[in-house]
């Protein structure tokens, strides 16, 4: 079980919009800074979002984030079969001992 | 353009010790944080714990009893020991650069470059 909530998959079709939700909490979410990381099938997570919303460079502006109280959205426009991956928020959690990286379970990503 | 390799066994022994290293190109190990990531085959990532170039550590509680992270800056290497290992201990283990801040009573942290990753099975 996660420490942070993803919806298990989401899917749309190419050239279409779609978001993906990542829900914690307070000492969480709540109070820190959200990464977004994509993994395309057999490779290693790449980074997306820093800093709730920030890009990498490379990154092409299709892809966003934001975040609102203890809930993060990463926001991908102009859908592509390449986009097809699983996608993974993580933020920093004060709960843990000495605190420490938590992340959600994955939102797979369907571009029908 | 920083890259990051790791390297150790493929298949270890249940309640033997999992090693693995990783080494740092492209840019020095005297900086930032150094971590190691998990992921077991068709689930969720999980944070194992990082090491700062100074030495310093932090763990993730679930695996702190058996974890130990140390760096070599000569080598530009971190590594990964983890003790005691079952079945569960079967996952993909990545390493990464880690970015952590504190400030204005938040946490930033992300993490970037990501080495290629390494499947390690516990399995008698």
């Known amino acids: 079980q996660s420490v942070l909530t993803q919806p298990p998959s989401v899917s749309a079709a190419p050239g279409q919009k779609v978001t993906i939700s990542c829900s914690g909490s307070s000492s969480n979410i709540g109070n820190n800074y959200v990464s977004w990381y994509q993994q395309l099938p057999g490779t290693a997570p790449q980074l997306l979002i820093y800093e709730n919303n920030k890009r990498p460079s490379g990154i092409p502006d299709r892809f966003s984030g934001s975040k609102s109280g203890t809930s993060a959205t990463l926001g991908i426009t102009g859908l592509q079969t390449g986009d097809e991956a699983d996608y993974y928020c993580?933020?920093?959690?004060?709960?843990?001992?000495?605190?420490?990286?938590?992340f959600g379970g994955g939102t797979k990503l369907t571009v029908l | 353009q920083m890259q990051l390799q790791e390297s150790g066994p493929g298949l270890v022994k249940p309640s033997e010790t999992l090693s693995l290293t990783c080494t740092v190109s492209?840019?020095?190990?005297?900086?930032?944080?150094w971590s190691w990531i998990r992921q077991p085959p068709g689930k969720g990532l999980e944070w194992i714990g990082h090491i700062h170039y100074s030495g310093s550590t932090n763990y993730n509680p679930s695996l702190k009893s058996r974890v130990t992270i140390s760096v070599d800056t000569s080598k530009n290497q971190f590594s990964l020991k983890l003790s005691s290992v079952t079945a569960a201990d079967t996952a993909g283990y990545y390493c990464a650069r880690g970015r952590y801040y504190y400030g204005s009573g938040s946490y930033y942290s992300w993490f970037d470059p990501w080495g290629q990753g390494t499947l390690v099975t516990v399995s008698s």
């Open positions: 492209g840019g020095s190990i005297s900086s930032y944080y």
């Open positions: 993580g933020t920093w959690d004060s709960s843990l001992s000495a605190g420490g990286v938590v």
